[in-house]
């Protein structure tokens, strides 16, 4: 089993910054790709950001150039650096991370773009 736990969501203003967290722990070995995910109100969940142990990035065009995602593997955590924040980015921001074998997800974290 692989338990994420991700951190740093929050209240903030169009054309902010935020910087979202998810920590992995347990049997990561075998992990080959992390990545984020969000699910808006009344919306389906939505890609947002994936990167391979071989740092291979991938982001939708909705993000690509204001989000950046990144990993410290010392610490077996994953980052988004979202900029130029939207309110259309608001929703709940799943972390998740993937073997050959099964998918997990955290538990997600409230962001909320609003002046």
């Known amino acids: 089993q692989v338990q994420l736990v991700e951190s740093g969501g929050g209240l903030v203003q169009p054309g902010g910054s935020l910087r979202l967290s998810c920590a992995a722990s347990?049997?990561?070995?075998?992990?080959?790709?992390m990545g984020w995910y969000r699910q808006g109100p009344g919306k389906q969940r939505e890609f947002v950001a994936r990167?391979?142990?071989?740092?291979?990035?991938n982001y939708p065009d909705s993000v690509k150039g204001r989000f950046t995602i990144s990993t410290d593997n010392a610490k077996n955590t994953v980052y988004l650096q979202m900029n130029t924040l939207k309110p259309e980015d608001t929703a709940v921001y799943y972390c998740?991370?993937?073997?050959?074998?099964?998918?997990?997800w955290g538990q997600g974290t409230q962001v909320t773009v609003s002046s």
């Open positions: 990167i391979t142990t071989g740092g291979s990035t």
């Open positions: 347990g049997s990561i070995f075998g992990i080959y790709v």
């Open positions: 998740n991370a993937a073997n050959f074998k099964e998918t997990y």
